[in-house]
């Protein structure tokens, strides 16, 4: 079945889509700032950060 | 206002070398982004390899700075031309197997010719395609939010990321309920229109190897 988020925008969506996209969206920007705090990707931050120093100076 | 001129905008923008001051904050962004889908990819390649070796957190860490800094580098992604997912999990599937060489793997033996290992990439983990498309979901509001008026992506945020009730946000803001909801239905209408274009959608769906 195709995700409501992805039919055409003149479609009219019935509320249980509506609630569906709703819920999709929430998800995945609760899951971004979560995964912002994560200390994995402080440490990934870091190490790119480190290489593009690195690079710079060379 | 006009619509962006293609689709995962944000991510074409990301890799615009030109704008140096630009290009320090879009890495981030995309780290932001794309870390979970990535540090997912990595672990199931990495247990693919080694007959379902527990991954070392340090080095997957390693692997997804490193792949981060290739898809910035290359200048090979192109969205109308290939899905970023498979060019993702390309990348991170060769720098697993470079680190594997040198750490002498489990499977020592099998990993013997690159290209025989990028054909046998690993079909995609459940977690790792969930990470992907909420990565995914992610881009799409990141490119909503540079199109449309930061008032109107305020109470979009609230209404509809943060599940803010549409009376609390009215009086927060000090609007009335029918801007709220004029505008969310505006909102909504923008990111269908995003949306719609077919990178996303086929970026959305479940790859075909």
């Known amino acids: 079945m195709k995700n409501p988020l992805f039919k055409r925008p003149e479609e009219k969506l019935s509320p249980r889509e509506e609630a569906e996209i709703t819920k999709e969206l929430a998800d995945a920007y609760r899951q971004n700032e979560i995964g912002e705090k994560r200390p994995e990707f402080r440490r990934i931050v870091e190490n790119v950060e480190k290489r593009i120093l690195k690079g710079k100076n060379k | ?209």
Do not use: C
Not at chain 2, 14 to 34: A, I, N
């Open chain 2, 1 to 209: 206002m006009p619509l962006p001129d293609t689709s995962l905008s944000l991510l074409s923008q990301l890799r615009d070398e030109g704008d140096h001051t630009g290009w320090q904050v879009s890495w981030k962004r995309f780290l932001e982004l794309y870390h979970g889908p990535l540090m997912a990819m990595a672990a199931g390649i990495y247990r693919h390899h080694t007959g379902n070796a527990a991954p070392p957190q340090e080095a997957l860490e390693d692997v997804v700075a490193t792949v981060v800094l290739d898809f910035l580098k290359r200048d090979h992604f192109d969205p109308k031309r290939g899905r970023l997912r498979t060019y993702l999990r390309v990348l991170t599937n060769a720098r697993i197997v470079d680190m594997l060489r040198k750490e002498k793997p489990l499977k020592h033996d099998s990993i013997s010719d690159r290209e025989e290992l990028v054909e046998s990439l690993p079909s995609e983990s459940p977690e790792e395609a969930r990470s992907f498309r909420q990565a995914l979901i992610a881009t799409l509001i990141e490119d909503l939010r540079e199109h449309i008026p930061l008032r109107q992506f305020e109470i979009f945020e609230m209404v509809k990321l943060k599940g803010i009730s549409p009376d609390a946000a009215a009086a927060e803001l000090g609007v009335n309920r029918g801007v709220i909801d004029n505008t969310i239905y505006k909102v909504m209408i923008r990111l269908r229109e995003i949306a719609s274009s077919p990178e996303y959608e086929e970026e959305y769906e479940k790859p075909s190897f």
